[in-house]
């Protein structure tokens, strides 16, 4: 049985929505963590989940495939938060990403929704380094990347899910769009040192061409199509394009985001790295 004001959290067992999940259980409130592989199925590619993931459902936090500027995402988006409203769903909150305009037609369809709408447009996740694609990096001790020397405000996720949980439990975010970044920019030399500082581990980067990039991710056993299109994304970082901070988490939460510094000194000190 499910209380009719549970929140279903969307990509429950990725990096955001197992923290507003767990931050949701610590402060008991009923929530249900969805994903194909979650205690509630959920699959974006089989709406026969969806109705079922909804019932009794009061709020979502929608995560969507990784691929936010995707053909499909506008259509699949507005379908699901049709039935969401249809089942009762009052309020949606959106993890979207930050400077990318493909996410555009995406969040429209959130905007469009006829729900109590906050829309979550996060810099690049500080956990990349520590339970995504530069994880493996690390553990090799040597980030070769085609950052050149483009910096980021890497946000902690823990600062992305304590934002998610205030939009869907709290009063005074409808309609707010929360662009969140971390509080420093940092190169990926910078990170590289951060994180060296904490582990103990040798760490360095070492820049590369996309060229190069794109033949390691290859290698690694990304296909043809997919590797360009992880290139491209670094390429923003590369050209100096996310290098600006937002103030979302402030404005949200009422204090500053956590650092990347504190971000490695935790991470390192619960064995992430050790590897
Ligand atoms: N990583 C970043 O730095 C970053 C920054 C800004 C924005 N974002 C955005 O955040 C979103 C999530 O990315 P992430 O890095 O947080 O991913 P993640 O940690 O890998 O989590 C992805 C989640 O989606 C679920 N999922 C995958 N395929 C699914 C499907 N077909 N149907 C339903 N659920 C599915 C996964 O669980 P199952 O495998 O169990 O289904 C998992 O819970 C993306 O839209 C991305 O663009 C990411």
């Known amino acids: 049985?499910?209380?009719?004001n549970d929140i279903l959290v969307l990509g429950g067992t990725g990096k955001t929505g197992r923290r507003v999940a767990a931050l949701l259980a610590e402060r008991g409130v009923p929530a249900r963590a969805a994903s194909r592989g979650g205690a509630t199925r959920f699959d974006w590619l089989d709406d026969?989940?969806?109705g079922p993931a909804l019932d009794g459902a009061g709020a979502v936090y929608l995560v969507y495939l990784q691929d936010l500027s995707s053909p499909d995402a506008p259509g699949h988006i507005q379908a699901f938060l049709r039935l969401a409203r249809e089942r009762g769903v009052q309020r949606v909150v959106m993890l979207?990403?930050?400077g990318w305009a493909g996410a555009g037609p995406?969040?429209?369809a959130v905007?469009?929704?006829g729900l109590a709408w906050t829309i979550l447009?996060?810099?690049w996740f500080a956990q990349n380094f520590s339970e995504d694609m530069f994880a493996p990096y690390v553990?090799?001790?040597?980030?070769r990347l085609p950052t050149a020397a483009g910096r980021e405000p890497f946000i902690d996720v823990a600062d992305v899910a304590e934002v998610a949980v205030a939009a869907l439990t709290g009063d005074g975010h409808a309609g707010e769009v929360y662009e969140l970044s971390g509080p420093r920019l940092l190169g990926f030399g910078d990170a590289a040192a951060a994180i060296a500082a904490a582990t103990g581990r040798e760490l360095r980067y070492t820049p590369i061409s996309s060229e190069e990039f794109i033949a390691d991710l290859i290698a690694a056993g990304l296909t043809a199509e997919e590797a360009p299109v992880v290139d491209g994304?670094?390429?923003i970082i590369a050209r100096d394009e996310n290098a600006y901070l937002s103030d979302g988490v402030r404005r949200a939460l009422g204090r500053e985001a956590r650092d990347f510094t504190a971000y490695a000194a935790d991470t390192a000190a619960a064995g992430a790295w050790r590897g």
């Open 111 to 113: 905007r469009a929704s």
């Open 48 to 50: 026969s989940t969806w």
């Open 106 to 108: 995406a969040e429209e």
């Open 96 to 98: 979207s990403a930050r």
């Open 139 to 143: 553990l090799g001790g040597e980030l």
């Open 1 to 4: 049985m499910t209380n009719s």
């Open 121 to 123: 447009r996060p810099t």
């Open 233 to 235: 994304l670094l390429g």
